[in-house]
């Protein structure tokens, strides 16, 4: 038995053993790295899918099933706060196998200005070091 083939049947056990349930996964190198965080609204489907396309011809699925080492993740309530942790989760990462969007785009967040005279609030995509509290992130502004 080689190490792949030990880390691949490692892998296959924790997909398993994962809930059925809505979640965040970290897909970890040898290392300990994360090189890819993904959503889902079944855990165990979705990661299940990883190993049935790893031979299929996709070149980001079968460097994340070739390079993963070890899989972490985090049961949530819904898909959307599933949404949410994995924008997160990217942002803190930068997994390599991540797709980077291009738009800058990001989860609205409520930034509350308290070194101006009067506190000001304001909705904003853009969290800085600017001493200002900031809420969220929020899916939607009109929520």
């Known amino acids: 038995m080689t190490a792949s083939t030990s880390v691949s049947d490692q892998l296959q056990a924790l997909v398993k053993a994962l809930p059925t349930q809505p979640g965040v996964y970290s897909f970890k190198d040898a290392r300990g790295v994360v090189i890819y965080v993904g959503k889902a609204i079944s855990l165990r489907n979705r990661v299940r899918s990883y190993f049935a396309l790893a031979n299929q011809g996709d070149f980001k699925v079968r460097g994340i099933v070739a390079n993963a080492a070890d899989l972490e993740y985090i049961v949530v309530d819904s898909d959307q706060e599933a949404f949410l942790l994995e ?54 502004f009109s929520s």
């Open 87 to 140: 924008n997160t989760l990217i942002k803190k990462h930068r997994p390599r196998y991540n797709v980077r969007l291009k738009d800058d785009k990001t989860s609205p967040y409520i930034r509350i200005n308290l070194n101006e005279p009067w506190a000001r609030v304001e909705f904003t995509r853009r969290l800085q070091n600017d001493g200002a509290y900031y809420f969220g992130p929020y899916s939607d």
